[in-house]
């Protein structure tokens, strides 16, 4: 398996924090170290819209494409939503105490989760004017990354820099359990199943990146190799593979069944920050130091 360099595109620009594909327009949401957001298409490679949100950086952006929306988490501790087609801003709140490191949408339900170096989760519901309706503590520092359980619409993952990872209830404020799952801070985590098996993905500031069995709270496997912290992690839903993202600028894609290390990928846009997938096709992209990249992955 290899990676297709001629069909990868670049978009230069800042440092991009998060990326995402749309799930059906051509488009890549990518939110800047600046304080802005940008909506790009990648087909026309040209930018579709851009939000100047803050002055501070932005962490992490997200569509909302059953409205319409996109909610962006920033470093003033702000929760922003915009009408991506009017460019109007719908909502502005301060949702904590600290910097937002991420928010992440529901699949189904009106949710939206946001997690801080306040060191808390929230759970914000739009149908009630974005009131808070639930708050999750229990971590003892920064919280990295949330992630929906794509089986249990009631259930999420929490990855902290107090090097944990904590599975939780959204109906509940205490975790259901804890993973002691690394020796230094986790950056990430996220979901995902194989032959009818659910896992959890993590990376880690100790250069490493682990499989979880997400029912019997086992590592499956650690994927080393790395030389600097691991910050993003992504299966692909269309490929038998797994890909990591790392501060040492390489990309590395695994076998999603034997967890064997299948291609390195050097980019030279820096430091990486995020990765996204896009369903029903090879696409990638990647948030790097220098930009975003998008590349197709082909077997």
Known sequence: MSLLHQNEIVQRS???????????????????HSGTVY????????????????????????????KGW?????????????????????????????????VGVHPTLPYVLSASDDAVIKLWDWEK??????????HSHYVMRIAFDPQDPGAFASASLDGTIKIWNV??????????????????????????????????????????DDKGRNCVQTLEGHEHNVTAVCAH?????????????TLRIWDAKGF?????????HGRIWDIAYQKGSHRVGVACDEGIAVVEIVR
Request: charged residues 25%.
């Open 129 to 138: 004017d974005w009131m808070c309706i639930q708050t999750f503590e229990g």
């Open 70 to 102: 996109v909610i962006v988490g920033s470093d003033d501790a702000f929760i922003r939503v915009y009408d991506y087609g009017t460019m109007e801003k719908i909502k502005e709140f301060q949702a904590h105490k600290d910097y937002i490191r991420c």
């Open 14 to 32: 800042v440092r991009a924090k998060s990326v995402e594909f749309h799930p059906t327009e051509p488009w890549i949401l990518v939110s800047l």
């Open 260 to 268: 064997g290390l299948k291609h390195v990928v050097k980019f030279g």
């Open 237 to 249: 839903p269309e490929l038998p593979i797994v890909i990591t993202g790392a501060e040492d600028e």
């Open 171 to 212: 109906h509940s404020s205490a975790p259901k359990f804890t993973l002691d799952a690394h020796e230094k801070g986790l950056n990430f985590v996220d979901y995902f199943s194989r032959d009818d098996i659910l896992y959890l993905l993590s990376g880690s500031d100790d250069y490493t990146a682990k499989v979880w």
């Open 39 to 66: 909506i790009w298409n990648y087909q026309s490679q040209t930018t579709e819209k851009t939000f100047k949100v803050a002055e501070s950086p932005v962490r992490s952006a997200k569509f909302i494409p059953s």
